[in-house]
DNA sequence: ATCGGGTGTGTAACCGATTACAGTTTTATA
DNA sequence: TATAAAACTGTAATCGGTTACACACCCGAT
């Protein structure tokens, strides 16, 4: 790899001129832009990032938080991330942590000493120790996090439970996420929210994760647990399709014998018989926000929301019976 | 952040008994070793991983290059690639490339310009312009690869397509993989080398990528296209699930009227009913071993194979007849 | 003719680490 | 006790960029 030194002496100047020919800050002469421009073509030089980061103090890097890739929910989010990302001349680092793990302290120490410019982090208490690192939180936020991308999961909740309210449902099993996961408690109180005033049964179900083994596990359990069930809402599509699973493996007929909500919109929602009726997080866009928030942070750019809720949909398949 | 001078400064010693301290090489008295420690605890420092990867020329950090994380085969690899990387004290750099764009190279370009100390990737044709950046393919890998990780395809067609003979066939159709990925010629010459010395009745349905979106049109064309089949071979799990979702909603059973087989074994195979029996590749250890093979290219270990050749295994659920 | 500002350029300091080299002290060996 | 080797330490160069600063030139206004 050609030097900045190396150019300069191709093009007869010196690296001061190249540096700034390279960056278009400062005075250049056209014949010495032109000079470079052609050192530059002839060696195929690329600037350092590396001796940047180091004198700017701050890398072309964003560092990524995530608690679990291998959820699939999480895909979709790095995809927005990291398009954003390249779109604005940055780059991701990737760190996964396992829920509830004391790595992300690591992982935070790690950006810093790699100079990020910022972080984003779906991962519950991400805490900054520099405080020239912006972190945005995205997904899994909570009340005092400055700087978040998230779901408005009360109104997923009320859409959820307003879908099954409407297709007359008569026990109602709501399966709730791990409470240790902002989100959850939201869905969970949206649910109530419009359960409650009726005088419809419900029994709810508290699980740990979000993890395809304890969606399996739970599946079983349920339908040993709570009899007679015939409305389930679940905590996330993992979750939903381990019951749709089940309940068909038991001779149930789905919608008709139980009908079943999800939660996340994964792409496989799509894939299953029946399709799953769930309620959308726009994941993709999550991601892509966030990542244009955090380097509006980074660049000090106007920022007009420090918070930015999206809106969840209910996106209908044949999981519910007709209304 | 603290830098090195002023943990020198508090330590009361040259900056280059901190680094030599810090790193332990070189002389270190026992009293010097102390006063260092102390300095680093009692200012908080972590040594600046830009400034170490300048003079070094090499960072800490490996790049990754996918086709397409929203493919849920992937993200299982990406925790096998970070686990491994981590342990070993190295992050992840990602890069995400649509099928058969030309950002590859600007990645490639970009991973120079970090300095990162090597390459995994997932995309055909990457091609290294800087000797000293190894790379390791994975998962897509062409002969001249030198250094590869990846799963024995012919074998894992002709697992598939044994599982299908066993199971009396009566007109199989074959859904093939696109031409420009490696394994899919490979598993289709796996499959053909069992089906050509029998008289079953086969076709072969042509594909061009692996989305999900081309799997739900393509599960739409087959079923008019080809009249009276009863069993389909498919090139992922992602077109298998298709597949079964829409014979179910033409009232189809499986396995009784169409039995299908899947290739990945993504862990929805196991969400879907009936369950998908599927030829499972090692993705989580795929990524593992791939990192584990890159860093050890990284630090000029023993390499015991250049290239690696995992075993796919059949995994039996119940979208096949019985035996 | 003189002054001032706008242009253009190069030298050198700087970012924060590692390490070559030289100098000093301690220790071992003859 | 002399002497070499080992142990220890600090100064300064280095990695490859950016930029403060100084200097030189050109042009128009006084």
New interface residues.
């Given amino acids: 790899?050609a030097t900045i030194k190396e150019v300069a002496k191709y093009a007869g100047v010196s690296v001061a001129t190249v540096s700034r020919a390279l960056n278009k800050n400062g005075y250049v002469s056209e014949a010495a832009q032109k000079k470079v421009e052609e050192a530059i073509k002839a060696l195929d030089y690329?600037?350092?990032?590396?001796?940047r980061?180091?004198y700017q103090k701050r890398?072309k890097?964003i560092g990524?938080l995530l608690p679990d890739?291998?959820n699939?929910y999480?895909?979709?989010l790095?995809?927005g991330i990291?398009?954003n990302a390249r779109e604005n001349g940055y780059?991701?680092?990737?760190?996964?942590v396992e829920e509830g793990s004391k790595l992300k302290q690591d992982y935070m120490?790690?950006f810093?000493?790699?100079?990020v410019a910022g972080v984003l982090s779906a991962v519950e208490g991400t805490v900054s120790?520099?405080h020239s690192m912006p972190i945005v939180m995205l997904d899994r936020v909570l009340e005092e996090d400055d700087y978040a991308v998230y779901t408005n999961d009360v109104k997923g909740g009320i859409l959820a439970a307003q879908a099954i309210m409407d297709r007359k449902p008569g026990n109602v099993l709501i399966i709730a996420g791990p409470k240790s996961v902002p989100g959850s408690i939201d869905r969970l109180i949206g649910i109530l929210s419009v359960l409650n005033p009726t005088d419809v049964n419900y029994e709810i179900h508290q699980t740990r994760s979000f993890t395809?083994e304890e969606?399996?596990e739970t599946a079983e359990v349920i339908f040993r647990k709570y009899k007679k069930i015939d409305s389930v809402l679940a905590s996330n599509d993992?979750f939903a399709?381990?019951v749709?699973?089940e309940a068909?493996?038991r001779g149930l007929h789905i919608p008709n014998d139980i009908q079943v909500i999800g939660y996340d919109d994964i792409?496989?929602s799509?894939?299953?018989?029946?399709?799953l009726t769930t309620i959308s997080q726009p994941a993709f866009k999550l991601g892509y926000q966030a990542s244009d928030l955090l380097i509006r942070l980074i660049n000090k750019n106007k920022i007009s929301k420090k918070r930015i809720k999206l809106d969840p949909k209910l996106m209908i398949r044949d999981s519910l019976r007709k209304k």
């Fill in positions: 790899m690329f600037p350092n990032e590396v001796a980061s180091l890398s890097m990524l890739i291998s699939p999480f895909p979709l790095m995809k990291e398009e780059s991701v680092i990737l760190g996964n120490t790690l810093g000493q790699q100079n120790q520099n395809i969606a399996k993992l399709l381990a749709m699973k068909q493996t792409p496989f799509q894939l299953v018989y029946p399709g």
